[in-house]
């Protein structure tokens, strides 16, 4: 069978990390940083880093309207962290300019799980991906407010104390709301071809979140 070509978008984040996990979930990934280098993929990535930062980069590069037509037109789409934030057709706490590709009808939160200190650890449940639960690397990650009738929610923060880590003594219980509490808070997502997670399941050395965009892709 012909391996599916799914690009990772290289503008910033962790872009060798997301090639290799799509490498092992039996992909042939390829890094994109022009509009022509869209043209043939089955799928993209969308990875971490910082969603103002990365905004301003695609209309630079002029990848912006570019990307926005394919998603549009039904191209696969896995946004990771910043790249949730990305997809999402709204986002609080944005910047006055900040634009998204949009795509996914949900209402994300940026930094919602506090600051670069309060980055944490965990492990999730997540529909779709079996083997038991997903390890989760949450860095300065957004997380889901509200989601459209045709949004699948497929995973959850865990509640309050059960199976992570904060190195602040904050992380996982910290929302930038002031509310204090994450427990139970939507972090992955999926409509149509469209996936997102709030976390960084690239780093973790779990390549099962990219073995569900793969067959997601291949649909």
């Known amino acids: 069978m012909v391996k599916p070509v799914i690009g990772v978008l290289a503008l910033q984040g962790d872009v060798r990390e997301h090639v290799a996990a799509l ?42 309207d570019p990307l926005r037509t394919a998603i549009g037109a039904g191209l696969p789409v896995y946004g990771s962290c910043a790249g949730m934030i990305l997809l999402a057709d709204r986002v609080l706490g944005a910047t006055h300019d900040q634009q998204t590709l949009g795509g996914l009808d949900v209402t994300v939160r940026r930094n919602a799980f506090g600051r670069q200190v309060d980055s944490f650890e965990s492990s999730v449940e997540m529909t779709g991906v079996p083997g038991g639960p997903v390890p989760a690397a949450f860095i300065r990650a957004p997380w889901v407010e509200e989601t459209g009738p045709g949004v699948q929610v497929l995973a959850r923060t865990r509640h309050r104390g059960a199976g992570s880590h904060a190195p602040s003594g904050d992380g996982p219980d910290a929302g930038a709301d002031g509310t204090g509490d994450a427990a139970g808070r939507i972090v992955a997502v999926r409509q149509g071809t469209l996936l997102a997670t709030s976390f960084h399941p690239e780093i973790t050395g779990d390549a099962r979140v990219h073995e569900l965009f793969v067959a997601i892709v291949k649909e």
Do not use: N, W, Y
């Open 23 to 64: 490498e092992v979930a039996g992909a042939r990934a390829v890094t994109v940083r022009r509009p022509t280098e869209l043209d043939g993929l089955d799928g993209l990535v969308l990875p971490g880093g910082e969603s103002t930062t990365i905004d301003k980069l695609l209309r630079i590069f002029e990848l912006f």
